[in-house]
């Protein structure tokens, strides 16, 4: 039983009869044979489970994940969080390629990345959370800095985030994410 299910899973990732999600989440083989998964678009429910079942097939094909490309404008703040465990359970690198944006609860998938890197003319940006209907949430936004701190985001970003208001975005700047650990890049 165990053997069909995971053979089907395979097979739907394959033919890409995935489950609906808000975000693309697709692989990409890379030039040096490794697979890059991509994140790309508001983050829903059930993109968590997208990326698991990605992580699944590259690992059935027996191909290396290289890292977890995000573009996202944030979305679900339970869902980010999901793809963020995911992110650090299987020890992905993350990485926002130029002029790609990670920002609101992307920012948690990005922080969960084992390296995280950043290409030039990439933004990052946190804010507080709202609920479904866009009021501030004081107990999302607690709860989102509780889980960067467990994923060793600075006190200082931790500090933007809480205090920027969800109608705006305060954008990471160098400096910010090296503070991070994270490496900024040249574009391709």
Not at 73 to 78: T, V
Not at 104 to 133: I, Y
Request: aromatic fraction near 4%.
């Amino acid at each position: 039983m165990i053997v069909r299910i995971s053979l089907g899973i395979a097979l739907l990732a394959i033919f890409n009869v995935l489950p609906v999600s808000g975000a693309e989440v697709q692989h990409h083989r890379m030039a040096d044979g490794t697979v890059a998964i991509s994140i790309t678009g508001e983050i829903v429910e059930g993109d968590a489970e997208a990326l698991r079942l990605e992580i699944q097939t590259a690992q059935f094909a027996n191909f290396s994940i290289s890292e977890i490309q995000l573009n996202s404008i944030g979305g679900s703040l339970y869902e980010g969080t999901g793809l963020a465990r995911v992110v650090r359970t299987a020890s992905l690198n993350t990485r926002v390629a130029e002029r790609n944006i990670c920002a609101s609860v992307c920012f948690l998938v990005f922080a969960a990345g084992s390296t995280k890197s950043v290409q030039n003319g990439a933004r990052v940006g946190v804010h507080a959370a709202t609920m479904a209907s866009g009021a501030i949430s004081i107990k999302a936004t607690e709860s989102m800095g509780r889980i960067a701190k467990l994923l060793g985001v600075p006190s200082e970003i931790i500090g933007r985030m809480v205090s920027t208001p969800a109608s705006q975005m305060f954008w990471l700047n160098g400096a910010n994410l090296a503070l991070m650990g994270a490496v900024i890049t040249d574009g391709k």
